[in-house]
């Protein structure tokens, strides 16, 4: 009998506000909401033969402990308003040393100054932003990539 094969988890992790998607300044973040997005990772992960795990948080303490204590090979995170300022996410991540890709719907870099920096880019694979809900999809392409090279 053929060992079916464990599927790769990929957490993504959604951070303060981003459940106002479609609400919220949709200018910026687009007219899709949270519960939409949801969907379509899960969808996109299935085709990948991924099992993706969404979690919100509007907490800080509630986003580390879900870092470094959920079951999973990659993370995807937006951290949202605490890309600036979050000293413990950042150790959070580096403690779990897991493959990591942060993403942002807008692009941080073309905003407010104090949004032009990360606390995480520098110890994460990569950054994927700008791109509307495509910067999510994308990196669970990039995170599907990584697994497969890395077995």
Same mark, same amino acid.
């Given at each position: 009998?053929?060992k079916k +094969?464990?599927?790769? $988890?990929? /957490?993504?992790?959604? %951070?303060?506000? #981003?459940? !106002?998607?479609?609400?919220?300044?949709?200018?910026?973040?687009?007219?899709?909401?949270l +519960?939409?997005?949801? $969907?379509? /990772?899960e969808e996109? %992960?299935k085709? #990948?033969? !991924?099992?993706?795990?969404?979690?919100?948080?509007?907490f800080e303490?509630?986003i580390v402990?879900?870092?470094t $204590?959920?079951?999973?090979?990659f993370l995807i995170?937006?951290?949202?308003?605490?890309?600036?300022?979050s000293v413990?996410?950042?150790?959070?991540?580096?403690a779990?040393e897991?493959?990591?890709?942060?993403?942002h719907?807008s692009n941080?870099?073309?905003?407010?100054?104090?949004?032009?920096?990360?606390l995480?880019?520098?110890?994460?694979?990569g950054?994927?932003?700008?791109?509307?809900?495509n910067?999510y999809l994308?990196a669970?392409?990039?995170?599907?990539?990584f697994?497969?090279?890395k077995?």
């Open positions: 009998m053929k +094969k464990k599927k790769n $988890k990929v /957490l993504i992790i959604h %951070g303060p506000n #981003l459940h !106002l998607l479609g609400k919220r300044e949709r200018n910026i973040y687009g007219r899709f909401t +519960k939409e997005l949801e $969907k379509e /990772l996109k %992960g085709k #990948l033969g !991924l099992e993706v795990i969404n979690f919100q948080s509007n303490g509630e402990e879900k870092i $204590k959920a079951d999973y090979d995170i937006n951290p949202a308003g605490y890309t600036h300022t413990a996410i950042r150790d959070a991540i580096l779990k897991k493959p990591t890709i942060e993403v719907i941080i870099f073309s905003r407010e100054p104090f949004r032009q920096m990360s995480i880019s520098d110890i994460v694979k950054i994927i932003c700008g791109l509307g809900k910067s994308l669970l392409e990039a995170a599907q990539a697994l497969r090279e077995r």
